[in-house]
């Protein structure tokens, strides 16, 4: 074997994987904040709200989302434009409030948590009932 590789070192590089180092997802870089108002549905969701009852009522045995999903697609995709509208007009209506609501939450954003919003109700009542009941003093017990 004059200047080459042998098997071994050929078969060693192949399995050599190059990983990358895994990713934190956008997910857990960014917190998802409860308050934050749900995005709206298109109108095919709001077509697929009102067909889902209707196929459950034709096909009360079918218990596959897959199955739904599916038939709702077809049907939709069949539908004309004028019969598309009013989940088009409903999907728009709901977009308007979206945005609205948007603005709202943006601004309360801008002008920053306020001092009693960092602590809850319930944490302030219970050091308060520890402070009370830790003073000694009787003035609420008194009845008479």
């Given at each position: 074997m004059?200047?080459?590789?042998s098997?071994?070192?050929?078969?060693?590089?192949?399995?050599?994987?190059?990983?990358?180092?895994?990713?934190?997802?956008?997910?857990a870089?960014?917190?998802?904040?409860p308050?934050?108002?749900?995005?709206p549905?298109?109108?095919f969701?709001?077509?697929?709200?009102?067909?889902?009852?209707t196929?459950?009522?034709?096909h009360?045995?079918?218990?596959?989302?897959?199955?739904v999903?599916?038939?709702?697609?077809?049907?939709?995709k069949?539908?004309?434009?004028?019969?598309?509208?009013?989940?088009?007009?409903?999907?728009?209506?709901?977009?308007?409030?979206?945005?609205k609501?948007?603005?709202?939450?943006?601004?309360?954003?801008?002008?920053?948590?306020?001092?009693d919003?960092?602590?809850s109700?319930?944490?302030?009542?219970?050091v308060?009932?520890?402070?009370?009941?830790?003073?000694?003093?009787?003035?609420?017990?008194d009845?008479?």
């Amino acid at each position: 074997m004059k200047g080459g590789k042998s098997k071994a070192d050929t078969k060693s590089s192949k399995l050599a994987v190059n990983k990358k180092p895994a990713k934190a997802s956008k997910a857990a870089a960014a917190a998802k904040d409860p308050n934050k108002p749900k995005r709206p549905s298109s109108a095919f969701f709001v077509f697929m709200e009102d067909f889902r009852q209707t196929y459950k009522k034709d096909h009360p045995n079918n218990k596959s989302v897959a199955a739904v999903g599916k038939a709702g697609g077809h049907k939709w995709k069949s539908l004309s434009d004028t019969e598309k509208a009013p989940y088009v007009a409903k999907a728009d209506t709901r977009k308007v409030d979206y945005e609205k609501n948007m603005k709202a939450y943006n601004k309360k954003l801008e002008e920053g948590p306020k001092e009693d919003e960092e602590e809850s109700d319930k944490s302030v009542s219970e050091v308060n009932d520890e402070d009370d009941a830790d003073d000694g003093s009787d003035e609420e017990e008194d009845d008479d």
